[in-house]
């Protein structure tokens, strides 16, 4: 499993914000917030939703792109620390 640059990018958008990083089948994936009950997201672990991650961050403008790839960094650790 690997969190992308792309992933934290779409988390941070605004649109981002109803979403959630989940491990999904041995892959991360980006998925709507909402859908997360749906049989096709059964058995997700919820890493981190987008609105979690904005609040963390404050409003500090838009990272760059050595800092989204920091963020993706961190969550991969954070996986790992899990176990998965």
Do not use: F, K, N, W
């Not at 979690?52 to 760059?64: I, T």
């Amino acid at each position: 499993m690997h969190v992308t640059r792309d992933q934290v990018r779409a988390l941070l958008d605004p649109a981002g914000r109803d979403h959630s990083l989940v491990l999904l089948e041995g892959r991360t994936e980006v998925v709507p917030t909402g859908g997360l009950t749906s049989p096709r997201y059964a058995g997700a672990v919820e890493v981190v939703a987008g609105r979690d991650l904005v609040d963390a961050l404050g409003s500090s403008g838009a990272p760059a792109e050595e800092d989204l790839d920091a963020l993706a960094a961190r969550l991969d650790a954070e996986i790992t620390a899990l176990g998965a």
